[in-house]
């Protein structure tokens, strides 16, 4: 499976940004697909998560009610919806796409990371 993240840029706090990663390759095998992210000198963190064919959805409590996560399984892209953005959110956001589970251990590819950038 490859993954190709892009959507990132420069919003100021209180904007939006819409976050895509398409996937390609043995696509049919992914049990559920996810975004990471990881600030300047800061570990990589989960930020959400959703099943491929369920759609269930799981995000870390500091993004809840700001982000959204969603699929497109015909055009086998993944989104997150990113609304009332603060500086906290900067960092390099990554797709990654798992054949098990959803957990943050779960996954298996990971696509290259696209900056996002708050100003104050």
């Known amino acids: 499976v490859q993954l190709q993240a892009s959507g990132g840029g420069l919003v100021q706090a209180g904007g939006s940004l819409r976050l895509s990663c398409a996937a390609s390759g043995r696509t049919f095998s992914i049990y559920a697909m996810g975004w990471f ?64 589970g959803w957990t943050p251990k779960d996954y298996d590819y990971w696509g290259q990371g696209t900056q996002v950038t708050v100003s104050s």
């Open 37 to 100: 992210r990881q600030a300047p000198g800061k570990e990589r963190e989960f930020a959400a998560a959703i099943t491929w064919s369920g759609g269930s959805t799981y995000y870390r409590d500091s993004v809840k009610g700001r982000f959204t996560i969603s699929r497109d399984n015909a055009r086998n892209t993944l989104y997150l919806q990113m609304n009332s953005l603060k500086p906290e959110d900067t960092a390099v956001y990554y797709c990654a796409a798992s054949k098990t």
